[in-house]
């Protein structure tokens, strides 16, 4: 079975550019989680994704989006990219809402130079 | 929502037998105890999750006493491949917004 698959595994972006970074959940998962980890500051959680609505957000700000298609693969955008947004981006999914096992991909690292 | 208090660091040989423990002193009633691993550049990973007493799997051991307000996670025999950041949650992510609230973790060094 394929785990969960980010792409692309590394992003190179300059300041006030736009970024883009795709999830595939697990076959027969509906929930989408993405997280960022930046150096030093942990895991935050950004969106929560179910069954193509947004469910939750975390504390970030508007230019921080993101959406769900019908067949559950999730995009996550980031608009007017600042230097602070380099991270580790991860994407996660659960078979039921708010289950408590996730599976989490290796992640996108985004650079914003 | 339970806050999770653990070792920052701990260092190990290859071998050894592992206890990691965590805090949760106002672990509410519903809460589950979860534990994830997690290698550099890599997402966390899922290894045990219990509620009381005793789970044991092909990976870890997790001990939790009756009061439960702390849990330990027990590695048989520690690897090289076993250095990682190990994070404690407490909690239901339906009940937190879908949230998986990680902590600070504990970074676990094993040495030959």
């Known amino acids: 079975e394929a785990g969960v698959t980010q792409s692309p595994t590394h992003l190179i972006k300059t300041r006030g550019q736009q970024a883009t970074l795709r999830c595939s959940p697990i076959?027969?998962?509906?929930?989408v989680y993405w997280y960022q980890q930046a150096l030093g500051l942990g895991l935050q959680f950004l969106l929560w994704?179910?069954?193509?609505?947004?469910?939750n957000r975390g504390n970030f700000p508007p230019r921080f989006s993101g959406r769900q298609f019908p067949n559950y693969s999730s995009e996550l955008n980031v608009n007017a990219l600042e230097l602070e947004d380099s991270a580790l981006y991860l994407c996660?999914?659960?078979?039921?809402?708010?289950?408590?096992?996730?599976?989490f991909g290796s992640g996108t690292r985004l650079t914003v130079v | 929502l339970a806050k999770t208090t653990q070792p920052i660091s701990m260092d190990s040989y290859e071998g050894q037998e592992v206890n990691i423990t965590c805090s949760h002193n106002n672990i509410a009633t519903n809460d589950y105890i979860t534990w994830y691993q997690q290698f550099p550049s890599q997402g966390p990973r899922f290894i045990i999750q219990?509620?009381?007493t005793k789970v044991t799997n092909e990976v870890a051991s997790l001990f939790i006493p009756a009061d439960r307000k702390s849990s330990t996670l027990s590695l048989p025999r520690v690897s090289l491949s076993d250095t990682a950041v190990y994070y404690c949650l407490v909690g239901v992510p339906y009940n937190q917004g879908g949230k998986l609230i990680f902590g600070q973790g504990t970074e676990l060094s094993v040495k030959p």
């Open positions: 219990g509620y009381k």
């Open positions: 994704y179910d069954e193509g609505e947004e469910r």
């Open positions: 076959s027969g998962h509906t929930s």
């Open positions: 996660a999914s659960s078979p039921t809402l708010g289950s408590y096992g996730y599976t």
